[in-house]
């Protein structure tokens, strides 16, 4: 009699603890309901429609939307990497949440569906639609009232979300993506498998969206183009966290365009920096203006890099004719010039190829019978090309080179000069020649010119460089409207600034042969 009590006792109080629950339950659900409230009756038939969803009058029951969201937050807080928790962590960061599922933000999670953000779909998602996940703690009240033949409307309107593929799937097409190379996304779900679980602590189906949107042509997003084609509006189609049509998604990652290797003219697009991302035609159209002028930039620090080094260069000829012009007399009795680096500057529009590294020579000046023979050719480097009088010239008297020009080394003999083995210098310009005694070096001050400009040399060659290589990469965008804009901006910089660059006497600096401009 004893052990008979003892069970009646726990018999009612287990009922009492029931009673309670359900109490709970009803006096949510009028506040909380789809309709915006409901009668004391329909509340009462939690219990009976849920447990016997066949009966006739279940046909008007509408499922508590607090127990619902309650159904979901027990579902996706045992597992929140299920692809309905994903839709419903895009919802809560749209602005429709649970209690307000029909929230504008909805649109941008499913523009095509409009239940997109229901609790109830959500739940009806992992217990009907996911693979395994139906007996699941959160799955109790969907199991036992939507059944076949379930009188209960919700179990017929809100189906699940036929689009999304299973949990399953997702995790292990990431899975296959990430161990197979390392893309943006990827960091958040590797560790979890690196320490060994199956399944990975992260927003799967977010990180999945990520990863196919950028390079759609991945074997692995058979899945997802198969839940894009059945509703492409999805968040989940248009990058991280879903850059859907109507705004940005509610996801984690902020969805991030396709890199393509062909040209397109399609929006958005990543623009040298990930933070650069055109979206819209007022953001390409500002995108294009910043191009122009990054052209238009480098054609002018290209005209004001070349008159420097013109100025500079002149500058050292000044400092080099300062030491002392050592220029033989026109009789070519001296001997070798005594510092070859004391050569007078050239003429301002002078273009020292065309007399020390080939072109016309001078003509005739003095009185001597001595022709010079043909210079090298236009172009050719001091030298190797050089001009070098070869022995029994000859030479009587004056060699009549004029302009200027004399001999650099020469051998003389009893009978004037015979055997030259020397080259023309044109305007004080040296030329160097195979077997010529190479020249003193520069004094202190002039070394210490040269140094300093070597290096704003180096420092303006670095500029230059890092601007032409982010209009190649701007270019490499492979956008329509940005590849215009770089080859605009070079060409009307070009015709700007160009006069004034070869104006200069140098378009890009000094030849290494010294014979002018290169």
């Known amino acids: 009699m004893r052990a008979v009590a003892m069970l009646l006792v726990a018999l009612m109080a287990l009922s009492s603890v029931t009673g309670q629950q359900h109490g709970a339950m009803h006096a949510a659900a009028p506040a909380a309901s789809s309709g915006g409230g409901r009668a004391p009756a329909a509340a009462a038939q939690l219990d009976s429609c849920v447990a016997e969803p066949l009966a006739a009058n279940c046909s008007a029951y509408e499922f508590p939307l607090a127990a619902a969201a309650a159904d979901a937050q027990r579902l996706c807080g045992a597992m929140h990497f299920m692809a309905a928790c994903s839709v419903a962590k895009a919802c809560n960061a749209s602005g429709a949440g649970p209690l307000t599922p029909r929230a504008p933000g909805a649109a941008r999670v499913s523009a095509n569906d409009p239940d997109v953000c229901q609790p109830f779909n959500h739940v009806a998602t992992v217990c009907r639609l996911d693979t395994g996940m139906g007996r699941m703690a959160g799955c109790a009240h969907f199991a036992t ?95 991280a966290g879903g850059g859907a049509p109507g705004g940005s998604g509610g996801g984690s990652g902020g969805g991030g365009p396709v890199m393509k290797m062909y040209f397109f003219n399609e929006l958005p697009f990543y623009l040298l920096f990930k933070s650069w991302t055109p979206r819209t035609p007022a953001g390409l159209a500002g995108a294009w203006f910043a191009v122009f002028a990054l052209g238009l930039l480098y054609e002018a620090l290209q005209m004001a890099y070349g008159r420097l080094e013109s100025a500079a260069w002149a500058r050292v000829a000044a400092a080099r004719g300062s030491a ?151 270019a490499m965008s492979y956008h329509v409207a940005i590849f215009f804009a770089v080859i605009t901006g070079v060409g009307v910089g ?7 660059r070869f104006a200069a006497g140098t378009a890009e600096g000094y030849s290494h042969c010294g014979c002018g401009s290169s």
Not at 455 to 471: H, I, P, Q, W
């Open 145 to 239: 009232m939507c059944v076949p033949g379930s009188r209960v409307p919700a179990c017929a309107e809100l189906p699940g979300l036929s689009a999304l593929p299973t949990s399953e799937a997702v995790n292990k097409q990431v899975r296959s993506i990430c161990e197979e190379m390392t893309m943006d996304g990827c960091e958040r779900c590797m560790p979890s498998w690196a320490a060994g679980r199956t399944w990975a602590d992260c927003d799967l189906l977010d990180t999945y969206g990520q990863l196919c949107y950028a390079m759609p042509e991945m074997p692995q997003c058979a899945e997802w183009h198969a839940m894009c084609g059945a509703d492409a509006s999805l968040a989940f189609c248009h990058g």
């Open 324 to 474: 002392g012009d050592a220029r033989p007399p026109a009789g070519v009795g001296g001997a070798f010039p005594p510092d070859l680096e004391a050569a007078a500057p050239l003429a301002d529009g002078d273009d020292a190829r065309g007399t020390c590294c080939g072109g016309a020579g001078g003509g005739g000046g003095g009185g001597g019978s001595y022709e010079p023979p043909p210079l090298a050719p236009r172009g050719a480097c001091c030298g190797a090309g050089a001009l070098a009088l070869a022995g029994g010239a000859g030479l009587k008297g004056g060699l009549g080179l004029g302009g200027g020009a004399r001999i650099v080394a020469s051998s003389t003999g009893s009978s004037g000069v015979s055997g030259v083995s020397g080259v023309v210098a044109a305007r004080g310009r040296p030329c160097c020649a195979g077997g010529a005694p190479p020249p003193r070096r520069p004094p202190a001050p002039l070394r210490r010119q040269l140094l300093v400009l070597d290096v704003a040399r180096g420092a303006a060659r670095f500029v230059l460089a890092g601007l032409a290589y982010l209009l190649m990469l701007a």
């Open 494 to 500: 070009s015709a700007l600034f160009g006069r004034w």
